[in-house]
């Protein structure tokens, strides 16, 4: 899972940036955290690390320029793209390693040709692939792919939006092999907390479907949660 800081003053463009990589992630079966700064300076005073920084270049107090050169000194390999009003702006981003720059108003179709060029350059970078038998079949899944998995006799059922997959393994060991954004809600089911509509009383509600909370795992299932939504872990 990729981790994504939008800095940026506006709330109509930190928003409506978050919606468009929300809608991206829906199309193509991936999830990314995303957190909103309204500033430079509060991004800086955060102790929260990630994989590609939005940056507003205009900004009171401290520039997404500047900003972008003391990420530099710390965060060396991080994917930097700038927001701007105006192109001449754009062009001293590169001077900072910008992968590339999106010129206000933000047009949906642009930044999605943009933003897959970005996720293109990091590759699978955040991404926690699986392959497995499931019948006579061998399965490729990435995990943001999962909304839960399901403990079935002898075999796991990983449950995905297109298909249900059984696998000969057990649940404590199919868990082994997933990424700390997937917690188990009972003993017989781990959910995708990046899959999460809401929790409705003894249920979780994930990608649409309904999975039961067991009362042992409640407490840490719901901390779990809140921890995910706070800071993506």
């Not at 940036?17 to 800086?44: M, N, T």
């Not at 530099?72 to 720059?101: K, N, P, Q």
């Not at 040709?113 to 699978?124: D, E, N, W």
């Not at 907390?193 to 042992?216: Q, Y």
């Amino acid at each position: 899972m990729l981790r994504i800081a939008i800095v940026e003053d506006e709330a109509l463009y930190s928003s409506q940036i978050k919606s468009y990589i929300e809608e991206y992630g829906r199309k193509k079966h991936r999830i990314f955290f995303v957190r909103i700064f309204d500033s430079a300076v509060s991004l800086l005073d955060s102790d929260f690390d990630f994989d590609i920084y939005f940056l507003d270049i205009q900004m009171p107090q401290l520039s997404g320029m500047d900003a972008a050169k003391k990420l530099r000194s710390t965060h060396g390999d991080a994917v930097i793209a700038f927001i701007t009003s105006l192109r001449s702006y754009a062009i001293e981003g590169y001077d900072v390693g910008a992968s590339d720059y999106i010129l206000k108003p933000v047009e949906p179709d642009v930044f999605n040709l943009k933003f897959a060029q970005i996720l293109k350059r990091i590759g699978t970078k955040g991404e926690t692939s699986l392959t497995f038998t499931s019948g006579r079949s061998t399965v490729r899944l990435n995990a943001d792919e999962i909304i839960y998995l399901e403990s079935s006799d002898h075999f796991t059922v990983y449950h995905t939006e297109d298909a249900d997959f059984n696998r000969r393994i057990s649940l404590s060991d199919a868990e082994k092999e997933l990424p700390a954004y997937f917690a188990r809600c009972k003993s017989s089911f781990i959910v995708n907390l990046g899959r999460v509509d809401s929790i409705s009383g003894d249920s979780v509600i994930a990608g649409g479907n309904s999975v039961s909370i067991g009362r042992v795992y409640k407490k840490d299932f719901i901390n779990r949660l809140e921890r995910y939504m706070e800071c993506g872990r």
